[in-house]
């Protein structure tokens, strides 16, 4: 008998220890510096919400919560695509959220329902002033202005400007390449890198993942590294890429526009 009353007091223990694990670990809180609606920006008072958080299980966006039920890398950039379900679990409705984290500008980019959502992730700095609960049940962090974060005006306009152009995997007609699409333009990159002598003497060697913007008359600009591997090998793939012949501009409603394009660029030693 007390072993059944032991075993039943550790059982009810670790009831009652799961249920305080709220929020799921690893969660990260994403303030909104940013918001479109269909593409349109709308304006702060209309945003349907100013923070978003996010763990390894599930997202809170506004008052609603989701369940992380899969996630896959995108096949011709490093965006995450989740699959996610409402929670709590009514019916068979599933969404997909297209979630992009730029490490070399710290900015993060939330597709979902219509929305395009600009991000910053919150400093660990930040996790000890509590002002309020989260859509989790706990302490929310401070007021999220900009200046908290260290975003100047400049950095806000290069934000805004941005925002101008449209994502790769969004546009309705993809931009292409020589009429070919992503293996085209590998190949006439790959034709024409130079492997870096000290590269090569050091045996460095790895990808780097570059963004540019195919313009609306098809020209290549704004080439930057997203994650580098080895300065000379970087300033190679940069130097190549800029020298891009003009692409057929993608599309949106039948108007040429602006498309955020992301490109690896890979260094094999042979």
Same mark, same amino acid.
């Given at each position: 008998?007390?072993?059944?009353?032991?075993?039943?007091?550790?059982?009810?223990?670790?009831?009652?220890?799961?249920?305080?694990?709220?929020?799921?670990?690893?969660?990260?809180?994403?303030?909104?510096?940013?918001?479109?609606?269909?593409?349109?920006?709308?304006?702060?008072?209309?945003?349907?919400?100013?923070?978003?958080?996010?763990?390894?299980?599930?997202?809170?966006?506004?008052?609603?919560?989701?369940?992380?039920?899969?996630?896959?890398?995108?096949?011709?950039?490093?965006?995450?695509? @989740? %699959?996610?379900?409402? =929670? +709590?679990?009514?019916?068979?409705?599933?969404? &997909?959220?297209?979630?992009?984290?730029? $490490?070399?500008?710290?900015?993060?980019?939330?597709?979902?329902?219509?929305?395009? @959502? %600009?991000?910053?992730? =919150? +400093?660990?700095?930040?996790?000890?002033?509590? &002002?309020?609960?989260?859509?989790?049940? $706990?302490?929310?962090?401070?007021?999220?202005?900009?200046?908290?974060?260290?975003?100047?005006?400049?950095?806000?306009?290069?934000?805004?400007?941005?925002?101008?152009?449209?994502?790769?995997?969004?546009?309705? $007609?993809?931009?292409?390449?020589?009429?070919?699409?992503?293996?085209?333009?590998?190949?006439?990159?790959?034709?024409?890198?130079?492997?870096?002598?000290?590269?090569?003497?050091?045996?460095?060697?790895?990808?780097?993942?570059?963004?540019?913007?195919?313009?609306?008359?098809?020209?290549?600009?704004?080439?930057?590294?997203?994650?580098?591997?080895?300065?000379?090998?970087?300033?190679?793939?940069?130097?190549?890429?800029?020298?891009?012949?003009?692409?057929?501009?993608?599309?949106?409603?039948?108007?040429?526009?602006?498309?955020?394009?992301?490109?690896?660029?890979?260094?094999?030693?042979?």
């Amino acid at each position: 008998m007390k072993r059944f009353v032991l075993l039943a007091v550790c059982v009810l223990t670790g009831m009652v220890c799961n249920a305080q694990l709220r929020p799921p670990v690893q969660t990260d809180t994403l303030v909104i510096t940013g918001v479109k609606y269909n593409y349109a920006e709308i304006r702060k008072e209309n945003w349907p919400c100013s923070v978003i958080y996010k763990s390894t299980t599930m997202f809170s966006i506004g008052d609603s919560k989701f369940k992380i039920l899969d996630a896959k890398e995108g096949l011709l950039d490093d965006s995450i695509y @989740f %699959t996610l379900t409402d =929670l +709590p679990y009514t019916d068979n409705n599933e969404y &997909t959220l297209i979630y992009n984290e730029d $490490e070399y500008d710290h900015v993060i980019k939330i597709w979902f329902s219509d929305y395009e @959502f %600009t991000c910053k992730k =919150l +400093p660990p700095a930040f996790e000890s002033v509590e &002002t309020g609960t989260d859509a989790f049940g $706990e302490q929310l962090f401070a007021d999220t202005s900009k200046e908290d974060y260290g975003q100047s005006s400049d950095s806000v306009d290069t934000i805004d400007s941005i925002e101008k152009e449209i994502p790769f995997q969004l546009v309705e $007609e993809k931009p292409s390449f020589k009429g070919g699409n992503a293996n085209a333009f590998s190949k006439w990159v790959n034709e024409r890198l130079v492997y870096p002598e000290i590269a090569k003497k050091n045996g460095v060697s790895g990808r780097v993942t570059l963004q540019f913007t195919v313009e609306t008359d098809g020209r290549v600009t704004n080439v930057k590294v997203l994650r580098g591997v080895d300065p000379s090998l970087d300033k190679e793939a940069v130097r190549v890429v800029s020298q891009s012949p003009k692409w057929e501009p993608g599309k949106q409603d039948g108007t040429p526009v602006n498309v955020i394009y992301t490109f690896p660029v890979i260094f094999q030693l042979r």
